[in-house]
Every structure is written in C-alpha cells, then in structure tokens.
C-alpha cells in the first residue's frame, strides 16, 4: 500500500511509497482501510521534533474510514463498519482510567513509542501515536476504533478525531464554560476554531479571537468570535470590552509567550487553559507573588478531556444539528503526494485544516 515515510527526525520531505505492509491485527485489534486523514500540528511538531517520535514513521493520527479486518475476540466490530481513529485510546483499568480521567490514559499510546505498525521490506516502521494515518490502512487497537453512523463523510469525522475534540473539549470538558462568561482563544488554526464553536455552543458573551495571521479573523468571526485581534491589540481591546480580562483564556499555541499572554488576558480569578501541545524544552516563569496574589488557575486540556467513546458520538450530534460547523473548516483537499507543501503552508500558519482524502 502506498503510505508517507519520514525518515529522520527533521525531515523537510516524505518519501512516498508504495511497498509499504501494515502489521495484520493482532487479538484485539482492528485494521481499518482509511478515507480521510486530517493534517494536524501535532504531525508538524513530531516532524520537526517537538513531541517525541521514533523513526522511520508514518506519521498523521486524525482519521477515519472503513474496518475491513478484526483480530480475535473483537466481537462488536465488522467489517465494513464506518470508524473514526481515536489516538489516545483508555484502557479502562488503569488508575487514570479509574478515576474517571481516560484522557490521562498512557497504556496504548506509549506501545506506539515501542511497537512498530509497518513494515518497509525488512524496516520496522512506527505509527505516529500508535496510529500513522498517512498510510492507506492502519492498525490499532479494539478501542482506538469509535464507529459510528454511515451518514458521516469520512472528512467530517476525521475531523473529530482530534483537532475539533481536542477544541471543543477544552471548552466544554476542562473549562466548563458557563453562558454569560468571556472567553479569549489566542491561535485560530483548526484546534483554536473548534475552541471558538465550543464557546459559542456554551453561551460565552464575548469570544475574542487572537492570531498573528489577520487574514484568520474574519474566519474567527464566521465561527463564532465576537472580536478579533492580533497580539499586539489585545491589551487595548480587552479595556474596551472587559475592563479587566476573561474569565478563560486559552492557549491553543502553548509556546512561552502566547502562554504569557494568556496569562495577562485573564482576569484575576481567571483561567489559562493550556491546550497547545508545547515543547519539552521551553520554560515560562511565574513569580510565587503573581500566582498567589492573582487568583488564577492554569488548566490542561490534553486532548479536550475526551472520553472518546462518549464524546465523539456528541460531537456528531451537534454536527447533524447544525449547531457545530465542520465542513466549513475544510480548507484543503489533498493526496498523499501534497504532504510536503500541506506541512509547509502549516508552518506558515496559513491554513485552518487540510484533509488528506486516501
């Protein structure tokens, strides 16, 4: 089958082949014939070194499609059943799983750091979280497959398999944003307008949207965003519509000064959710005087606080309502041949979400 390698940590190009294998699904495992893959920043920070990845991989972890094989003892999965990928699947008996917190999970998605999904002639090739949805199949455990109905476009659930959970969960899981309530979300790529719909689907009275891209603010406000601003604006904005900042700010971008930032946007008493996935080596200081004398909480929100199982399915709904837009945050339509300038335009920061249709 035809899948996207990368190399070397760092890369600037995919090498796509077509002799690549999946690893046949073991007992409790499902393989999937995928028919969209979303192209997420996370994939960018994995390339470039900013999360942890063993290579040669494949990357991509945002997808859906169509199972066509189950291993033993997969007994409420067929074979043609329509599936979303889910990268962070719980395990359900570990001490996270337990206290209700399945997003804290770490069983499966560590087995991707340890456990090869491909095979490139004689190579052992990793899948990007357990999972390398820039590939044409894929492999993954019993619970990393949600079904769902057939009356969902590949694209659209895709979508929901990490950049719109992710957004809308921060929202709606973490922050538990109440009607009435301001809210500033600093970045609006696919995971920061996902964010926007969720505080407009809680009933947030403001929604400010923050990106450096001017050209993203219009978009913000056909989202939902009821203000829209580059950083250097924010402060002289914030007087005008609060007077003294948001009761949540979140950090979709998490690098040391955008997490300032949201700290500062906060009012005292406030919240700064964290819902970029930052890197290893960046540090942000606080004083002990702020952080007590402020009031303010920092939140994370690691994959929007999902419980896959649960949360997908509602998040269709809300889709099928016509209450969360999806298609619309589409921008670009892609094969696996366009990886290249699909990462470039995402280091950029030009684009909102690309979709790899396989």
Not at 336 to 357: E, H, N, S
Request: a negative charge; proline letters at 5%.
């Amino acid at each position: 089958m035809r899948a996207a390698i990368l190399h070397s940590v760092g890369a600037d190009k995919f090498e796509i082949r077509d002799d690549v294998t999946v690893i046949p699904p073991a007992p409790g495992e499902v393989r999937i014939r995928l028919r969209a893959t979303g192209v997420c920043h996370s994939d960018l920070s994995a390339r470039d070194g900013g999360l942890p990845q063993p290579v040669p991989a494949v990357l991509g972890h945002e997808a859906a499609g169509d199972v066509v094989e189950v291993g033993d003892g997969v007994e409420d999965l067929a074979v043609g059943d329509r599936v979303i990928a889910n990268w962070l699947p719980a395990c359900g008996t570990c001490s996270s799983c337990v206290r209700g917190e399945p997003y804290l999970c770490m069983a499966h998605v560590m087995m991707g750091y340890v456990q090869p999904r491909f095979m490139l002639g004689d190579t052992p090739v990793f899948g990007m979280a357990g999972v390398g949805a820039f590939a044409e199949e894929i492999v993954v455990p019993r619970v990393g497959a949600v079904k769902i109905g057939d009356d969902v476009p590949y694209e659209v659930a895709a979508l929901v398999g990490c950049g719109v959970m992710t957004g809308v969960g921060a929202v709606i899981n973490t922050a538990r944003v109440r009607p009435g309530e301001t809210v500033v979300v600093i970045g609006c790529g696919g995971v920061g307008i996902a964010a926007i719909q969720g505080a407009r689907l809680s009933g947030a009275s403001t929604i400010v949207a923050v990106d450096t891209v001017e050209a993203k603010h219009d978009i913000a406000r056909r989202f939902g965003a009821t203000h829209a601003v580059t950083p250097d604006g924010l402060s002289d904005l914030t007087t005008e519509v609060t007077g003294e900042g948001y009761d949540w700010a979140f950090d979709v971008v998490a690098v040391p000064q955008t997490l300032r930032t949201a700290w500062s946007a906060a009012r005292r008493g406030g919240a700064v959710v964290v819902v970029g996935a930052g890197r290893v080596e960046h540090q942000v200081e606080f004083s002990p005087f702020e952080l007590l004398f402020e009031g303010k909480r920092i939140l994370s929100s690691l994959f929007g606080s999902a419980d896959a199982v649960r949360d997908f399915p509602r998040l269709l709904d809300l889709w099928r309502a016509g209450r969360l837009d999806l298609e619309g945050m589409i921008t670009h339509r892609l094969t696996l041949d366009d990886l290249d300038d699909a990462f470039g335009a995402l280091g950029r920061g030009d684009v909102i979400r690309q979709i790899v249709v396989h």
